[in-house]
């Protein structure tokens, strides 16, 4: 009996195996391709010295959290740089690309889904109440000279997944992270090392994100990338 009851166990298991292969093969091939482009920032103050994107390091940042969760397919960069290059796509389309060019990158790509954005908030506020009285972006700061000091960072990030072949808004998230407490408010380059040169950060380094700005961007990020996952339903 003991012999027949094992050899059922295998059957059975096997059976098992069998069925759930196609169904998770039909789940992996149900996964929707889209790409992520560099979010705009046009309306946030330009406080910081230097040339810092901080629209495509948040892109970078919410690729990352989409890779990783593997919910959907996305495009690699260095693919969608060379077409957005071919299409001649500027930094003011970022944030609101009319749906002629949603439809030509879209066409290109292969994608039928494209993540679009906005940063509305990205700040930082010093205690001390100096010459700049405390205000988010108050003065120029040389990336990597905001030392370790009682601060707040306040980021805003809103996201769009738009259908490429017909330009609708299939969802929308929204994130909002704030981080107040005594810490380095932002590190990188231009004095205080890190990474990048010339006034460049990268916000995916686990430098930038032990920083009071970099808690905060990520937990914007984290939220809106949690809202983009759960739109997943509505894609077909």
């Not at 790409?35 to 705009?40: G, I, N």
């Not at 769009?160 to 609708?168: F, L």
């Amino acid at each position: 009996m003991r012999k027949w009851s094992s050899i059922v166990s295998v059957i059975a298991a096997a059976m098992l195996i069998a069925g759930a292969s196609p169904a998770l093969a039909q789940g992996k091939a149900s996964r929707q391709t889209m790409a992520v482009l560099d979010f705009d920032f046009a309306s946030i103050q330009h406080w910081w010295d230097g040339n810092w994107d901080i629209g495509k390091g948040v892109c970078d940042m919410i690729v990352d959290e989409l890779v990783n969760d593997g919910s959907y397919r996305i495009i690699e960069r260095k693919r969608l740089d060379a077409i957005l290059a071919e299409q001649d796509f500027s930094n003011s389309d970022r944030a609101d690309p009319d749906a002629k060019t949603v439809a030509k990158v879209g066409k290109a790509l292969g994608v039928k889904y494209m993540v679009v954005g906005s940063i509305t908030k990205f700040g930082l506020e010093k205690s001390n109440k100096g010459v700049n009285a405390g205000a988010f972006g108050g003065g120029k700061y040389g990336i990597g000279n905001v030392g370790t000091q009682k601060g707040k960072a306040t980021v805003a990030v809103t996201a769009r997944i738009i259908d490429t072949s017909t330009g609708e808004i299939m969802a929308s998230a929204k994130g909002d992270g704030i981080s107040t407490r005594s810490g380095l408010l932002l590190g990188g380059a231009g004095g205080g090392g890190g990474a990048g040169g010339g006034g460049e950060i990268s916000m995916g380094s686990s430098e930038y994100r032990d920083t009071v700005l970099g808690e905060a961007t990520e937990i914007a990020v984290k939220q809106v990338v949690a809202k983009l996952i759960a739109a997943k339903s509505r894609l077909e």
